[in-house]
């Protein structure tokens, strides 16, 4: 059969060894790194319960207005607009805009603004004994008019964002975990945990972990490898004596698509199973799980590898394989760096999906919608591709769809 | 000396070009994606050899591009000129290119006001090099550019997985304010050329 | 310096598989034919003359230059080989001046040669086409000029009209006769009719060893007595097929008149005919114990 032939192809090619070796690879140095001991339970009169990002206005609101205010004095904002850090230096005219919106956001005017010239930042600064030491800065005094909303400072504050050019601390992404850190209670931690227990049955949040490294290798890997093969075909002749076969277009594309998916996945089941035997050995009384790491993997993952081959094989058919990886590693890199978040950052059209933490059970929760959408907008994509790689195929083979195109235009070219 | 030049001339017209090509479009991008003005010496590590060192895997990957069809390549190394010297032609004015691109760039920095120094543009060079040198040796070796790609690609995803773990082998160490890792990186990539030459020469006919 | 080719004693591993066996040959001036069944080791020996493949025994030595100087012999022999392609976004002309600078020639004289070659090969309309432009034929021709770009000593060409319409095969085997003039030229095939309308001097390969070396009409004489004709019911097609050789057959309604080759005077019926070179082909095989049940 030939969907056998085909995964046998693939399986003893040598880009699908190296495929296997950089994923256990990447398995082994980064999740399996990260599960070496079980998440500590909190108990009471711990110093410190880590932070957590709530959205309260009576702390974002100065917080965020004196951040500003302390940037635009230093002339200096940090930003990164593409996952960069990105220093963000003004133009007058861009200055001149920002401060109305200071103006508006903490009474202090132009003018003030203009004359100030005793800033110093807040942070630490080297003490005379050496030590750090703390230091609130110095600016001018902030008076929030009380008539403004939290509503209009988040308006105000966007616009500032859009002045900066994006990706600013004052951004709607990174507003409230940059000016809302509010430490958690024992309360709060002691919740959480329950919650990793109970209702992730402690593989939940494994599944999510391992997923998400395994997201950013299988957003990229698989475009080599349906590359490779891809480009095997073309080297070999295959198409020659492939086009003449009685075979429908549709059902030979969709073959080699569906065994390139299959095959890819292997190991990545196979690590998956690795991955539970890891947490089943750190936790070895409580209650797990046994297939919420195998379950993950197949809605979270399987899209990714569809995508990525879908790409390697279509732009291969229609131009090169250089030109696929071309494609996918941009789509990739974008991607990665679009979001400065690991976890709650989910889009509808985030392509790496990233959740690098053992709680958060709840934000994941809340990102179910966007998160079924997103996949299934994926997998719909990917098949969409690849019937049109059919439809281009069957052109081929019929002699419409041909190189001559770009033959013609190197003719007129020299006439 | 000349005929030298001329081979030049010929393979980078017809072959490097469009690799050329996308080496700037990335250098391009590096300065608009990660700002290049009034950075501090740590910071200016960073567009340098985060993102300017993957013009490496551009440019020297492809050096045996042209002849991996081997109906081709059987007919260049039928010819007078050893193949292995063309191939070494496309990797010295390769590397000169990665050279002039770090060189420029650290340039267009040190102009933008960015603390850049000389050791800036090695260090940069040298993680650049180094990527591009895994490519070549890769796609060398398995006589396979796509091979070359993905060893270096999926390299240098490592880099910010692994960090230094990589030990003399991390090429983002300049960020957190280490050199000598890039003497590391310089001496490995000239061994990996020399490696890749012999391997050839050797058991590939 | 002597013309001439000498091959002696050579052995060709691919790893563990032995692809050329204890071959000897002496090629002179003029066409020479290398005939053989696809994986004999035709390709094989002619790489080996092309110096991209070396010998594990044996000497070869091309005009008095022993084969392990390479520079050197490449400097006198011109290889097409049997897929003949270059750089798809060069011009013919580009690709000629490339090739001639990776020859080592004298650039006025590569030149001067570049535009007489595209004369003689019929594609100076067409010297500033993109090579992917081309079709098959004028590939071939293209590939034939790049050979003789540096005036070789010795051509060497691998299965030069595979894949060629039957005119161009014509035109492009004329090409090769013309060229044999002035030097060795050693051509590959698996096509009888080529090395029919081309070559005096042939050797039949088999297995990587050589069969059978010798002139056109030498072959032909082994196989004379050995050719029959004979006229049967269509229904006996395969038992005929089953005790003989059959080298053609043209059935005609009920009834086909076939061709088989036999040692003695077969008892059914069947009338002594002149071989062809096809069928001294198939005898050379047949009387040297090779495996030929596929019919050709």
Known sequence: MLFFKECKKIIFSLIFVIYCIVLSGFYFTQFSNDCQYPLEKPHEGQTDYGTISKEVPEIIMPSAIEGLVSEYLSGEFSAYPYGFYKCVKLKEKDKKKLVEIITELSGISAETLENFDNYEPSGYIMGEDGNPVYTNGNIPEINIPPMLTYDDFRELMRKADKIIGGGSKYSDENIVSNFSQIPKTYEDALAEYEQFCKDDKITGAYARLFCDYMGIDLSILPVFVAVFLAERDKKSRMEQLVYSRKISSAKLIFTRYISLVFTMLIPVFITALLAYAKVKNIYPDNELDKFAILKTAVYWLIPNIMASSAVGMFVTEITSGLISIFVQGTWWFASIFASSELTGSIRNFTFVMRHNSLLGYDIFQNELHTIVFNRLFFTIISVLVILLNAVIFEMKRRGVFNVKLFENRSRKSET | MSNYLKIAAVNLKHNTAPHLLLAIVIALLTSVIFGISSLNESESAQPLEMFLSLTGIVLLTPIFLPEQNENIRELVRSKRIDYLAICLIRLVYSVIFLAFIFGIFTIIMHHCESDVTIQHFTGGFASGIFLGALGFFFAGITNNSIIGYMVSIVYYIGNFMLKDNLKHWYLFSMSSGNFDEKYWLLGSSAVLFIIAFVIIKKFRK | ??????????????????????????????????????????????????????????????????????????????????????????????????????????????????????????????????????????????????????????LIVDEPTAGLDPEERIRFRNLLCEVAEERIVILSTHIVGDIEATCEDIAIMNNGKILWQGTVSKLLENAYGKVFTVNVDKKYLAEIKKQFIVTGMLVQNEYATVRIISENQPEIGANLTEPNLEDAYMYCLYSNDCDISGGV
Request: glycine content about 8%; some cysteine; proline content about 3%.
């Open chain 3, 1 to 154: 310096m002597v013309n001439k080719i000498e091959i002696s004693h050579v052995d060709k591993f691919y790893g563990r598989k032995k692809a050329l066996k204890d071959v000897t040959l002496t090629i002179n001036q003029g066409m020479f034919g290398l005939l053989g069944r696809n994986g004999a080791g035709k390709t094989t020996l002619m790489k080996c003359l092309a110096t991209l493949h070396t010998i594990q025994n044996g000497s070869i030595k091309i005009c008095g230059i022993p084969i392990e100087n390479a520079k050197e012999i490449r400097s006198i022999t011109g290889y097409l080989p049997q897929d003949f392609s270059i750089y798809p976004t060069m011009t013919v002309q580009e690709s000629l001046n490339y090739l001639g600078l990776l020859s080592e020639i004298e650039n006025s004289l590569c030149k001067k040669r570049i535009e007489m070659l595209l004369k003689r090969v019929n594609l100076t309309e067409h010297q500033n086409k993109k090579i992917k432009a081309l079709s098959g034929g004028m590939k071939r021709r293209l590939g034939i000029a790049q050979a003789l770009l540096h005036n070789p000593k010795v």
